[in-house]
T-cell receptor, first 112, second 111 residues
Framework: EAQVTQNPRYLITVTGKKLTVTCSQN?????MSWYRQDPGLGLRQIYY???????DKGDVPEGYKVSRKEKRNFPLILESPSPNQTSLYFC???????????FGPGTRLTVT | GQQLNQSPQSMFIQEGEDVSMNCTSSSIFNTWLWYKQDPGEGPVLLIA?????ELTSNGRLTAQFGITRKDSFLNISASIPSDVGIYFC???????????FGTGTRLKVLA
C-alpha cells in the first residue's frame, strides 16, 4: 500500500532534549516536505527536499534540521526543543514538486 | 511567512445545502490545491488546479483556478454529514518549490 509513515505519532518531551521524528514513503517520490499545524495558522512549511541531499528552508525553519540521505526517508530533527515547538507535525511527499502531495498521519509533539 | 486568506473560517450548514469557500493571495500562483482534513488524520487532496480559469470537478466538489491567478474557490453541492472536516487551500508560485497553505475552513453539517 502506498503511504507516508511517521513515527512517533505522539511524543511528550522536555525542553532541550534532542529528538527526531522519522518520515518514510514507499512511493519513490522525489519531493518531501515537513509542515507544522497550529490552531488558526493552518499548515506552515518547515523544510522541503527536492531529492537526495537537496534540502531547503520553508517558511518556519528556525529550530529545526532535516536530512535526506536516502530517497525514502526525511527525518525532522529538533536539536533543542522549546515549548513553542509544541505542535502537530506532518510529513508529505510527491513524485515531483509540482505534483499532489500525500500526507502522513501526523505527529503530535508536546514540549514542556 | 506568507499565508493565504481563506474564508470563511467556519461554516455550519444543513445537510443538503451547497457550500462555497475561497482563497485569495497577494501573489500569483501557478498551482492551486484543495485538501480536506478529518480529525486525527493528515490532509487528503481533493482537487488540483494547474491553469488559470481551469474548472475541475471531483464528484460533488468543484474548484476553479481564478483568472487573475490570485484566487481559487471550492464548491460542495448537496452536502452530507461526512463532508464535515477542515478544508485547506494551498498554492505554489512559479519558480519555487514551497507550498503555502490557507488557514482552513471548518465545515460542520447539521443533519
Amino acid at each position: 500500500e502506498a503511504q507516508v509513515t511517521q513515527n512517533p505519532r505522539y511524543l511528550i518531551t522536555v525542553t532541550g532534549k534532542k529528538l527526531t521524528v522519522t518520515c518514510s514513503q514507499n512511493m519513490n517520490h522525489e519531493y518531501m516536505s515537513w509542515y507544522r499545524q497550529d490552531p488558526g495558522l493552518g499548515l506552515r512549511q518547515i523544510y522541503y527536499s527536492m531529492n537526495v541531499e537537496v534540502t531547503d528552508k520553508g517558511d518556519v525553519p528556525e529550530g529545526y534540521k532535516v536530512s535526506r540521505k536516502e530517497k525514502r526517508n526525511f527525518p525532522l530533527i529538533l536539536e533543542s526543543p522549546s515549548p513553542n515547538q509544541t505542535s502537530l507535525y506532518f510529513c508529505a511527499s510527491s513524485l515531483l514538486q509540482e505534483d499532489e502531495q500525500y500526507f502522513g498521519p501526523g505527529t503530535r509533539l508536546t514540549v514542556t | 511567512g506568507q499565508q493565504l486568506n481563506q474564508s470563511p473560517q467556519s461554516m455550519f450548514i444543513q445537510e443538503g445545502e451547497d457550500v462555497s469557500m475561497n482563497c485569495t493571495s497577494s501573489s500569483i500562483f501557478n498551482t492551486w490545491l484543495w485538501y480536506k482534513q478529518d480529525p486525527g488524520e493528515g490532509p487528503v487532496l481533493l482537487i488540483a488546479l494547474y491553469k488559470a480559469g481551469e474548472l475541475t470537478s471531483n464528484g460533488r466538489l468543484t474548484a476553479q483556478f481564478g483568472i487573475t491567478r490570485k484566487d481559487s474557490f471550492l464548491n460542495i453541492s448537496a452536502s452530507i454529514p461526512s463532508d464535515v472536516g477542515i478544508y485547506f487551500c494551498a498554492g505554489r508560485t512559479s519558480g519555487t518549490y514551497k507550498y503555502i497553505f490557507g488557514t482552513g475552513t471548518r465545515l460542520k453539517v447539521l443533519a
